[in-house]
């Protein structure tokens, strides 16, 4: 019986907790460039030391840049 009640205790714990988190609004215009915005000129090494300039990266139809975070930052 105890164990029973401790378990109800529980749950009803959890769903009360989960019923009344708020996620946190992250406001994204303050992340970084915005799609469409132009960068500043820039020049960063890649993973083998390798200097890439904007202007040595930029195609035709322009760049895209993805950054993908590392599991060991």
Do not use: C, H, Y
């Not at 946190?24 to 090494?45: A, N």
Request: net charge negative; no cysteine; hydrophobic share 40%.
């Amino acid at each position: 019986m105890k164990a029973t009640t401790t378990f109800l205790l529980a749950i009803g714990f959890l769903l009360s907790f989960s019923l009344f988190a708020q996620p946190e609004t992250i406001d994204l215009s303050t992340r970084g460039p915005q799609v469409g915005e132009t960068l500043p000129e820039f020049s960063l090494p890649d993973q083998n030391g390798d200097l890439w300039t904007q202007e040595s990266i930029l195609g035709e139809n322009g760049t895209m840049l993805v950054f993908l975070r590392s599991a060991d930052w």
